[in-house]
């Protein structure tokens, strides 16, 4: 019984655009995922934080959704910025239902139980006074709502732990969202996992602790496609 997460798949069987063209650690991604993701558990769950599929709607994402619904273990998706095919948790789950998807689920203005953790997570958003307009700061307030919605959910989960998964990094190189930070400790979160970051943006990651919170990046391509360890409970 172990939780994963690994961030951007950028899955594309159902659209012509694989991440093959981006050469380097692009590379036959797709089958890196399939080789490294076949190998977890029924009993092991998988955080994916954003970016799984480029299908621009739910029937454009189906493939890339059944390809995950076929590996073992349960699934935990969060919304990423390129998550287009993204709906109404009603309305994927209707979806789920009528094309015999059941290993997946949301996570989006809740929280989950997994063996002594809790599972807490939203978007995110990059947001900067001095660049960021009336627009941005209107999604920053409302993805901060989602967090605190999700937190509060956890908390009463009452586990040992409070895991959070983000798809936008709270921290990065110089940039850091106050809000978010200063909630994740105000939480007692033990760790947050996020993605979005590629290429040469590896190299602003910020990792390790900050604010009694540990901070991972695990965006697919980093982790060499490999999903990053979080816990594992015998």
């Known amino acids: ?26 590379n036959g991604y797709f089958e890196k995922l399939q080789e490294s993701l076949s190998c977890l558990s029924e009993d092991d769950l998988l955080v994916i934080p954003g970016d799984l599929s480029w299908g621009m709607n739910l029937p454009g994402a189906l493939p890339d959704l059944q390809f995950l619904d076929r590996l073992p273990g349960r699934k935990l ?20 239902e009528a094309n015999g998807i059941t290993t997946i689920d949301f996570l989006h203005n809740n929280a989950f139980r ?22 941005d700061e209107k999604i920053m307030n409302r993805e901060v709502g989602r967090l605190r919605t999700s937190l509060e959910a956890a908390r009463k989960l009452g586990a040992e732990r409070i895991y959070c998964f983000m798809h936008y990094p ?26 979005h970051l590629h290429g040469q943006s590896h190299k602003r990651a910020w990792e390790g602790e900050y604010g009694g919170v540990d901070y991972r990046l695990v965006a697919a391509d980093y982790l060499n496609f490999q999903p990053f ?3 594992n409970e015998k």
């Open 1 to 26: 019984m172990a939780l994963y997460t690994l961030a951007d798949l950028h899955l594309s069987l159902g659209t012509d655009k694989p991440m093959d063209v981006f050469g380097g650690a692009w």
């Open 77 to 96: 998706l969060a919304k990423g910025n390129h998550d287009l095919w993204w709906d109404t948790v009603a309305k994927m789950r209707r979806f789920f």
């Open 114 to 135: 997994y063996g002594n953790a809790a599972i807490a997570g939203t978007r995110g958003w990059f947001f900067e006074e001095e660049t960021g307009g009336a627009h």
């Open 170 to 195: 709270p921290i990065f190189g110089k940039y850091e969202c106050p809000a978010i930070v200063k909630m994740l400790a105000e939480y007692g979160v033990t760790a947050c996992y996020y993605g």
């Open 229 to 231: 360890l979080v816990m």
